[in-house]
């Protein structure tokens, strides 16, 4: 048995980011397929593991954690090549953390969902994320720009949660390079790393049943 096990599928860039932070580090870790598209995390079996009824769900040393920051947060402590060095680079990473989830991650992947995974989206609503995303991806490439790495001088958890849902530039209609360049040469930087994997081959669950 391994010493994570992340309760994940290959479609969720929430759970993509502890999935790449655990492979990167190079860590014992096993995923477990959540049936998500099959309403799961709907049962009452998932609740009792995750009362928000949400992925990702990390499994380690007697301790299940839930939500992709708190989790990434957890994993730093143990691989601490890949989480703040002080005080002011904590709070800087947990400023990014939180614009991630409340800014990037949330417009992101709601606009990318009604993309790719709904038959008849409301075109309106489509527009409206996808306006909302653009103007994350503007802040985070303006950022960007003058620096290779979110925080500090190398790869760490701000980088591995912004990045979740923005390699899946088919399934989000973008052309980094053309639109965002910082943000296409800081994803360049990312999938060089050593370790590195793209969510469809690190996690289990691609592809959907044609149903």
């Known amino acids: 048995m391994s ?20 492979e990167l580090a190079g860590a014992d870790w096993q995923p477990r397929l959540v049936d998500y598209f099959g309403g ?18 990390l499994e380690h040393a007697g301790e299940r954690l ?11 402590q143990r ?9 002011r680079e904590r709070r800087e990473v ?5 614009w991630d989830n409340h800014k990037l991650t949330s417009y992101t992947a709601t606009y990318r969902f009604q993309r790719t995974f709904l038959k008849s989206p409301e075109p309106a609503v489509v ?6 995303a653009r103007a994350a991806w503007d ?19 701000a980088d591995v949660s912004l990045a ?7 399934e989000l209609g973008v052309d980094w390079c053309g639109s965002h360049p910082a943000i296409a040469a800081w994803l360049a930087r990312i999938r060089a790393t050593p370790r590195w994997r793209a969510p469809y081959d690190l996690m289990p669950g691609h592809p959907l049943p044609a149903a």
């Open 3 to 22: 010493e994570y096990t992340l309760h994940c599928f290959a479609q969720s860039g929430n759970a993509y980011k502890p999935a790449l932070l655990l």
């Open 40 to 57: 799961e995390t709907r049962t009452p079996a998932w609740r009792a593991l995750n009362a928000m009824g949400e992925v990702p769900v």
């Open 66 to 76: 839930t939500q992709s920051g708190v989790i990434l947060d957890y994993l730093a």
């Open 79 to 87: 691989f601490p090549q890949y989480g703040p060095r002080d005080e």
């Open 94 to 98: 947990l400023r990014w953390l939180l």
């Open 127 to 132: 527009a409206e994320f996808g306006k909302r």
């Open 139 to 157: 802040v985070l490439d303006a950022h960007l720009a003058a620096r290779d790495f979110v925080v500090g001088e190398r790869l760490g958890i």
């Open 164 to 170: 979740g849902y923005l390699f899946w530039e088919d």
